[in-house]
């Protein structure tokens, strides 16, 4: 049996809403800090994905970008995985985040979602088996992360099928 890994992570900071439209808005500085220490974090947790799915909003590409740069330069570097930009996880619930992961090949082991709020944080509580549900829904905060984990294929990826082992808001 093969173990499964999710990791979620909310964007970083992002720049205050302007005149420009919200899918253009950019990381703020504290934002490019904290996504590096989202990164610093996965690398000393050893938690490497193979794949990257992530919203192709500005400040989630961004988030991701800073946070791959300080994951590659960890104690333990990987190769840089593939990455797929999913407008779906712009605009998109829960809904879509399971079915992008049922499509993901049995053949990874572990996968990074990188995306928007309330989406984020509604994953990761309907992931959460009944027995290990405290009642308590945890909102994630800009920088957050939560990392799942199941014996089922991605194929099977539903609310309840996943444990979360771990979480953390990445601050610079």
């Known amino acids: 049996m093969t173990t499964r890994t999710l990791i979620l992570l909310r964007h970083s900071k992002a720049e205050t809403p302007g005149d420009f439209d919200d ?23 050893r938690l490497h994905p193979d794949l990257v799915i992530c919203s192709p909003a500005k ?18 570097p990987r190769p ?15 809904g879509e985040v399971f079915d992008l992961l049922r499509a993901v090949s049995d053949t990874i082991r572990t996968v990074l979602v ?8 509604e994953v990761s509580a309907l992931l ?35 444990r979360l082992t771990r979480s953390h808001t990445a601050r610079g």
Do not use: C, F
């Not at 400040?59 to 333990?76: E, F, V």
């Not at 990188?114 to 944080?121: A, E, L």
């Open 114 to 121: 990188i995306g928007h709020n309330p989406t984020m944080s």
């Open 23 to 45: 899918y253009d808005r950019a990381l703020a500085p504290r934002g490019v800090a904290d996504a590096e220490a989202a990164g610093v974090w996965l690398a000393d947790e």
């Open 80 to 94: 840089a995985p593939e990455v797929h930009y999913e407008e779906s996880l712009y605009l998109g619930r829960g």
């Open 59 to 76: 400040r989630t590409r961004q988030t991701w970008q800073n946070a791959a740069i300080a994951l590659s330069s960890g104690p333990d």
């Open 128 to 162: 959460v088996p009944d027995e290990q549900y405290t009642g308590t829904v945890v909102e994630m905060r800009t920088s957050g992360l939560a990392v799942h984990s199941g014996d089922q294929p991605w194929s099977q990826a539903e609310p309840g099928a996943m």
